[in-house]
């Protein structure tokens, strides 16, 4: 064979040569790849800063890219909270604005075990996406698991679960909401006794305006004695132990509840019960802040009945649960950061991202402002 010359070894050292110059060709082809790759990865990590313009296919809880369409199921926690109301109202419109094929919405009354079933009748018709508003953090990881391992991703509205996948939680900053109602009551009611009607504590929800509430009254404002009342988000629960406790506390001077769609109408029948219903400004006031911002709550700010309230946005929680499943079918991911929409991705402990969404104190003061969604329900 020509052009070759065999060594004492045997082998052929021109074939050696040969294979040696294909090696340094496949190292620089390789090389020149990772360049490229390096400034993919560079640009894709300079666009994605958590704006929901700002997106990039890849598994989005669900699998790989799609095209967003196909059935999406949602399911409510309960439907006897004004809020929980208006926020079934705004599915059907928001579903509409967002392009998502929403199926009618499931009820699942307050009953955590009963919402596992509704996330299961839903994958078996078939849903593409499932947007749930969780009872139970921790219980709710059952249903979650049985979505991923359908290939359905999950968006989670109101209650950031345990456990679980989800593509995002849509929420508002819990926290925020204990230590506002904290610093209201604390800048009106110098001294003295004040309760906190809390949610259910296997909520993250409750757990988290109980403890900020809590917290920000021991660090700020110790001149204040917090008295607490487990109510569960059942406003039977908190009419009859609001009742009780008032019968061996009253001098209350302050109360917060971490839910007005269910807390607000028990909470004043009973003073008023009492004869402890007094209008704003007058001495026997009890200062009163709550969360939700319906229009019930507005109402009773306006009549000097309560003080503020937290306004929970119904709207957008509707609005952003369509946004992010759909974006979620497609295959879309997000990172933390500002959004375009007044609000900040974060990353949970447990790695899941939520979209925290604004949520404002309203008092006498900004009751009437038209942007408020509690102003806009018919």
Same mark, same amino acid.
């Given at each position: 064979?020509?052009?070759?010359?065999m060594?004492?070894?045997?082998?052929?050292?021109?074939?050696? +040569?040969?294979? *040696?110059?294909? =090696?340094?060709?496949?190292?620089?082809?390789?090389? @020149?790849? %990772?360049?490229? $790759?390096?400034? &993919?990865?560079?640009?894709? +990590?300079?666009? *994605?800063?958590? =704006?929901?313009?700002?997106?990039?296919?890849?598994? @989005?809880? %669900?699998?790989? $890219?799609?095209? &967003?369409?196909?059935?999406?199921?949602?399911?409510?926690?309960?439907?006897?909270?004004?809020?929980w109301?208006?926020?079934?109202?705004?599915?059907?419109?928001?579903?509409?604005?967002?392009?998502?094929?929403?199926l009618?919405?499931?009820n699942?009354?307050?009953?955590?075990?009963?919402?596992?079933?509704?996330?299961?009748?839903?994958?078996?018709?078939?849903?593409?996406?499932?947007?749930?508003a969780?009872?139970?953090?921790?219980?709710?990881?059952?249903?979650?698991?049985?979505?991923?391992?359908?290939?359905?991703?999950?968006?989670a509205?109101?209650?950031?679960?345990?456990?679980?996948k989800?593509?995002?939680?849509?929420?508002?900053?819990?926290?925020?909401?204990?230590k506002?109602?904290c610093?209201?009551?604390?800048?009106?009611?110098?001294?003295?006794?004040v309760?906190?009607?809390?949610?259910?504590?296997?909520?993250?929800?409750?757990?988290?305006?109980?403890?900020?509430f809590?917290?920000?009254?021991?660090?700020?404002?110790?001149k204040?004695?917090v008295?607490?009342?487990?109510?569960?988000?059942?406003?039977?629960?908190?009419?009859?132990?609001?009742?009780?406790l008032?019968?061996?506390?009253?001098?209350?001077k302050?109360?917060y509840?971490?839910?007005?769609?269910?807390?607000?109408?028990?909470?004043l029948?009973?003073?008023?019960?009492?004869?402890?219903?007094?209008?704003?400004?007058?001495?026997?006031?009890?200062t009163?802040?709550?969360?939700?911002?319906?229009?019930?709550?507005?109402?009773?700010?306006?009549?000097?009945?309560?003080?503020?309230t937290?306004?929970?946005?119904?709207d957008?929680?509707?609005?952003?649960?369509?946004?992010?499943?759909?974006?979620?079918?497609?295959?879309?991911?997000?990172?933390?950061?500002?959004?375009?929409?007044?609000s900040?991705i974060?990353?949970?402990?447990?790695?899941?991202?939520?979209?925290?969404?604004?949520?404002?104190?309203?008092?006498?003061?900004?009751?009437?402002?038209?942007?408020?969604?509690?102003?806009?329900?018919?």
């Amino acid at each position: 064979m020509t052009g070759t010359t065999m060594d004492s070894k045997g082998t052929t050292r021109g074939n050696s +040569a040969a294979r *040696a110059r294909s =090696s340094r060709a496949r190292s620089s082809r390789r090389r @020149g790849l %990772g360049a490229v $790759a390096l400034l &993919g990865c560079a640009a894709l +990590a300079l666009a *994605a800063c958590g =704006s929901t313009k700002d997106t990039a296919a890849g598994a @989005g809880g %669900g699998g790989g $890219a799609g095209d &967003g369409k196909g059935k999406v199921g949602v399911i409510l926690p309960l439907l006897t909270s004004p809020f929980w109301q208006s926020y079934n109202d705004y599915v059907p419109k928001m579903a509409k604005s967002e392009g998502v094929d929403a199926l009618k919405t499931v009820n699942s009354n307050s009953d955590p075990s009963q919402q596992i079933t509704d996330i299961n009748n839903q994958l078996n018709q078939g849903v593409k996406g499932l947007v749930v508003a969780p009872l139970d953090s921790a219980a709710i990881g059952a249903g979650l698991d049985q979505a991923e391992r359908k290939g359905v991703p999950v968006v989670a509205v109101d209650v950031a679960p345990d456990k679980g996948k989800v593509a995002m939680v849509v929420r508002a900053n819990n926290v925020a909401y204990g230590k506002k109602a904290c610093e209201y009551l604390g800048d009106h009611v110098k001294s003295g006794k004040v309760v906190q009607i809390m949610g259910d504590l296997a909520s993250v929800n409750g757990r988290e305006r109980s403890k900020a509430f809590r917290d920000c009254v021991k660090d700020k404002y110790p001149k204040l004695k917090v008295l607490e009342i487990p109510a569960k988000w059942e406003s039977d629960t908190a009419a009859s132990k609001l009742d009780t406790l008032l019968n061996a506390n009253p001098d209350i001077k302050g109360i917060y509840m971490q839910a007005g769609g269910v807390y607000l109408a028990p909470t004043l029948q009973t003073l008023k019960s009492k004869g402890m219903l007094e209008k704003a400004g007058s001495a026997k006031h009890i200062t009163i802040v709550s969360n939700d911002g319906i229009p019930q709550e507005f109402a009773a700010i306006r009549k000097g009945q309560i003080d503020a309230t937290v306004s929970q946005p119904a709207d957008t929680y509707a609005k952003y649960g369509m946004y992010y499943i759909k974006a979620a079918m497609q295959g879309k991911k997000f990172k933390p950061g500002a959004t375009d929409h007044g609000s900040k991705i974060v990353k949970l402990p447990s790695g899941t991202l939520e979209d925290q969404l604004p949520a404002p104190l309203v008092t006498k003061k900004n009751v009437d402002d038209s942007e408020l969604w509690g102003n806009t329900v018919k």
